[in-house]
């Protein structure tokens, strides 16, 4: 378990040089920038916001060509394609690609406006389409909608609500309009929506009839074409398959360009990659003939930053320890195993400085712990293999996926050795299918014992497992304590714990109380019972007079040794929080039985076996998926609670290098 020892590297070379420097620190992508200069009249920091943002634009353009060309000529792409990772490019290629940026950023531009184009073929579509809607009602009508009537007279056209009768829109005019004469009125369409008519009159009493008729709801039509509606509508109708065609057409267009898809790719990377790097380019102090880079570098890489740097340019590069204040960003370093696990820590927090990095003792513990929990060698032999498969299948898949398969893969074997301890094979699978379908009853016998016949046992060994994982938290406090020369911290924060907690437990085993729920009685010798009070009154002693040390004031430390002691409640809580081990093993076991049992209700017959086979595979399925999901949850909570409260904080900054952040390939280094 290691965090990497962090160093300060300071670059200062001249300014003509500053693009390749730039981009060799960003190939390596082993150093995090973190100016400490500040500007002066000699050394001043040039604005690049506007070069930066027509980067992040023009990725970002390339990125929504690439999102419609997924649309139109979508990628062919496997379920476990997104393991799979970035490509890996050769330099070659890539340097091809940027020759041609312009041809291709042109492309992308070329892309957008084909699918501006045909959403807007799409919107015309759309208003035809409601415009024949609205027109639906008139297609009976045979003049143009806009016809003004003769010399003498004038058509009225539009709508009154509800559903009308002649009858009813006569009587409105001779009430309104009594003297009007020569009124004739025509429905051309009528529904619960509205009647829809036109009425001919004179054209001196035209404004006396409508307005006749307004007092009864009529209204002139929104939409008035100067066709007759049925050509109007044959038209839209002809301008639609018109417009469908061109749609057809830009999608075959936008089809077509997916051969472009990849070059896209690489260059919406380099437009990503030359974005960062003009951000770090902003943050440089430079004078008129030299600049200043600074910041963090694992000290294992600083020598080979340095002879990279230093026999290519003019450049002068120093390398100093950090000062005693300085928070450095913190980057983890363990073994293949345990780097499986660095995940889990880094969702809790990264070591803060002064602490260490627990990551190879919690990942024990972790695969450990997750094993007992699903405890099932059929379930934990498919996620191993299941794991191991993709693990190997796609070797450039991304790191954190790549640490939390391997994490998996782990769990999956410790699951597969506690379910060989426990018997448990698809729960009680054999048992049940020999007797079922053999008629003789076929067992598997566990190597050490069945936690659905003897609970109570595996109840003990999980409190005992809990003790060991909590007594070492606390003896990582104590490390980390005796590390930073923190002596007597180390003996009254750790040693009189320890002292009590060990007397406590030699204290309760001989007990009654412990005799009834572990099914054994168990006696100690005299001496021992003698050192288990002497240890537990020495510890209480301890802790009373020393928790509150740095109190000048007596009784204060008495009252601040007396709330410590208390803590003792939170030991116990801690303690039966690993019951859960016991709780989910024996969830997993119960409910692969109860499904075995259930597929076996139809006998041996055919229909027996089909109903096997099925209430067997989504059964197990189901148990399998609900069980890993608490397996995992409840790991996590062992190590983030109880492990963890004992002696860690976390609170670390991650090590952010300055590095080519692209997200659809990788460039191979020459």
């Known amino acids: 378990m290691a965090v990497l020892q962090m160093q300060r590297i300071s670059i200062c070379a001249l300014k003509k040089n500053r693009k390749a420097i730039l981009e060799k620190l960003q190939s390596m992508g082993v150093m995090e920038v973190s100016q400490f200069l500040e500007e002066d009249e000699d050394f001043r920091r040039m604005d690049t916001a506007n070069a930066r943002s027509s980067f992040e634009k023009a990725a970002a353009s390339v990125d929504r060509a690439l999102d419609i060309l997924q649309i139109y000529a979508p990628e062919k792409k496997s379920m476990l394609s997104s393991l799979a990772g970035k490509e890996l490019v050769d330099q070659k290629r890539y340097q091809q690609i940027i020759g041609d940026k312009e041809t291709l950023l042109r492309t992308a531009n070329q892309i957008q406006s084909l699918d501006r184009e045909r959403a807007e073929q799409k919107s015309e579509i759309l208003k035809l389409e409601n415009s024949i809607e609205s027109l639906?009602?008139?297609l009976p009508l045979e003049v143009?909608?806009?016809?003004?009537?003769?010399?003498?007279?004038?058509?009225?056209?539009?709508?009154?609500?509800?559903?009308?009768?002649?009858?009813?829109?006569?009587?409105?005019?001779?009430?309104?309009?009594?003297?009007?004469?020569?009124?004739e009125a025509h429905i051309v369409s009528a529904g619960q929506e509205g009647t829809y008519l036109t009425v001919f009159c004179l054209r001196e009493e035209a404004r006396q009839v409508e307005e006749a008729l307004r007092g009864r709801g009529f209204a002139r039509p929104s939409q008035i074409l100067q066709q007759v509606p049925a050509a109007a509508r044959s038209e839209m109708e002809s301008e639609i398959n018109s417009r469908e065609l061109k749609i057809e057409e830009i999608e075959q267009q936008l089809a077509g360009l997916g051969v472009s898809r990849e070059s896209l790719k690489l260059l919406a990377d380099y437009y990503r990659v030359r974005a960062d790097k003009y951000e770090v380019l902003g943050t440089l102090p430079q004078s008129e003939r030299t600049f200043f880079i600074s910041g963090y570098v694992p000290a294992k890489y600083t020598d080979k930053l340095k002879s990279a740097l230093e026999g290519r340019?003019?450049?002068?590069?120093?390398?100093?320890?950090?000062?005693?204040?300085?928070?450095?960003?913190?980057?983890?370093?363990?073994?293949?195993?345990?780097?499986?696990?660095?995940?889990?820590?880094?969702?809790?927090?990264?070591?803060?400085?002064?602490?260490?990095?627990?990551?190879?003792?919690?990942?024990?513990?972790?695969?450990?712990?997750?094993?007992?929990?699903?405890?099932?060698?059929?379930?934990?032999?498919?996620?191993?293999?299941?794991?191991?498969?993709?693990?190997?299948?796609?070797?450039?898949m991304e790191a954190g996926m790549k640490k939390s398969l391997k994490l998996f893969f782990w769990c999956g074997l410790s699951t597969l050795f506690w379910g060989v301890m426990f018997g448990g094979y698809f729960g009680d699978v054999v048992n049940v299918v020999s007797r079922t379908f053999f008629g003789n009853q076929v067992e598997i016998p566990a190597l050490w014992f069945i936690p659905l016949n003897d609970p109570m046992k595996l109840l003990i060994y999980s409190m005992l497992f809990g003790l060991i994982h909590l007594f070492t938290g606390l003896g990582i406090k104590g490390y980390m304590c005796i590390k930073d020369n923190r002596y007597l911290d180390f003996f009254c924060d750790v040693v009189?714990?320890?002292?009590?907690?060990?007397?406590?437990?030699?204290?309760?085993?001989?007990?009654?109380?412990?005799?009834?729920?572990?099914?054994?009685?168990?006696?100690?010798?005299?001496?021992?019972?003698?050192?288990?009070?002497?240890?537990?009154?020495?510890?209480?002693?301890?802790?009373?007079?020393m928790s509150g040390r740095e109190n000048k004031n007596f009784g204060l430390r008495i009252a601040l040794g007396a709330y410590d002691l208390y803590n003792v409640t939170g030991w116990l809580s801690d303690v039966l929080s690993y019951s859960r081990l016991l709780a989910l093993g024996l969830a997993?076991?119960?409910?692969?039985?109860?499904?075995?049992?259930?597929g076996s209700m139809a006998?041996?017959?055919i229909f027996g076996v089909i109903l096997f086979i099925v209430v067997f595979i989504v059964g197990h399925t189901l148990n399998l998926a609900i069980n890993l999901l608490g397996a995992y949850v409840h790991t996590n909570r062992l190590q983030y609670v109880e492990f963890f409260g004992k002696f860690y904080e976390g609170g670390g900054r991650m090590f952010n290098p300055f590095k080519e952040n692209t997200k659809y390939a990788d460039i191979k280094e020459d």
């Open 603 to 605: 006998g041996n017959g």
């Open 496 to 545: 009189l714990w320890f002292l009590f907690l060990i007397g406590l437990i030699i204290m309760f085993l001989p007990t009654d109380i412990f005799a009834s729920v572990a099914g054994a009685k168990i006696v100690f010798p005299e001496f021992v019972n003698f050192l288990g009070k002497a240890f537990a009154i020495i510890g209480v002693i301890g802790i009373l007079l």
């Open 136 to 138: 639906t009602p008139w």
């Open 588 to 598: 997993t076991g119960v409910i692969a039985q109860v499904v075995n049992q259930m």
């Open 144 to 183: 143009p909608m806009d016809y003004e009537g003769t010399t003498h007279t004038e058509m009225l056209l539009g709508t009154m609500p509800g559903e009308c009768c002649l009858e009813q829109i006569y009587s409105a005019i001779a009430e309104k309009a009594p003297e009007a004469q020569g009124v």
């Open 313 to 396: 340019y003019d450049c002068v590069v120093d390398v100093e320890k950090l000062k005693e204040d300085e928070e450095a960003p913190v980057l983890l370093q363990n073994n293949s195993f345990s780097e499986s696990a660095e995940g889990i820590l880094e969702s809790y927090g990264l070591p803060a400085k002064g602490e260490v990095d627990p990551t190879a003792i919690m990942s024990v513990f972790y695969v450990f712990l997750f094993g007992l929990m699903l405890s099932d060698a059929a379930y934990g032999a498919i996620v191993s293999i299941a794991c191991g498969a993709a693990l190997k299948k796609f070797p450039r």
